[in-house]
C-alpha cells in the first residue's frame, strides 16, 4: 500500500496526516490542543472523515476499524478497554498482519518506533520523529512513563528536548498562521 498517496488523500481531505514508512503507518492527529496526560486518540467524527476519504478512492469498508483497497488493507488498531493499556501494542498487533498498514496516533508512532529500535535511536529514525512532531505533537510525558523501567528511557530523556523544540517550532508556526498547512496551495 502507499501510505505517502492514502496520507495526501487524507490532508487532502482535511485531516494532518503524516505517512510513517518504517512502520508501515500513517500518523493522524486530530486533537489542536494538547494537554498533559491527555489519552490521543483518532476520535469517532475523523473516523468518519478517513471513511469517507477512503470510500472515495477506492477503498471497501470490511468492518469499522478495517478498509481493504486495491493495494492491501489499512486498519485502527483495536483499543483496548483499559486506561492502563499500552497504545504501542495496539499498534503493534495490526502491524504484525503481513501486507496491512496501519493508522495510528503521533504519541503511537513515537512509543512504537522507541520500543522497536530501543536504546540509541539510528539518526534516521531520529529525524522521521523530529518532523512527525514538528508537523504532529505527542504526548511526550505519556511517552516517558510508558518507556519507565525500560532500556529506552534514559535515550528518550536524552533526545526528549530536541523533541520538545521541534514541537513546539510546530506549534509556533501555528500559532503564526505559518505552517505548512495552513499557507495557500
Known sequence: MDIRQVSRWLSQGGLS????????????????????YDYDIIGPEARLRIARVLLD???????????????GRIEFPRP??????????????????????????????????WRREGPELAPSSQADLLALVR?????????????????SRADFQRFRPRLEAAQEQGLQQRRQGTFRSQLPR
Open 17 to 36: 496526516a503524516a505517512p510513517c514508512a518504517w512502520l508501515s503507518a500513517i500518523s493522524i492527529y486530530v486533537d489542536e490542543r494538547y494537554e498533559n
Open 57 to 71: 478512492h477506492g477503498f471497501s469498508q470490511l468492518s469499522g476499524r478495517v478498509f481493504e483497497g486495491a493495494d
Open 80 to 113: 483496548t478497554r483499559s486506561l492502563a493499556s499500552d497504545p504501542a501494542q495496539e499498534l503493534e498487533d495490526v502491524l504484525r498482519r503481513p501486507g496491512v498498514a496501519a493508522f495510528a496516533t503521533p504519541t503511537q508512532v513515537l512509543l512504537t518506533t
Open 135 to 151: 508537523e504532529q505533537p505527542a504526548n511526550l510525558d505519556k511517552i516517558r512513563d510508558w518507556l519507565r523501567r525500560t532500556p
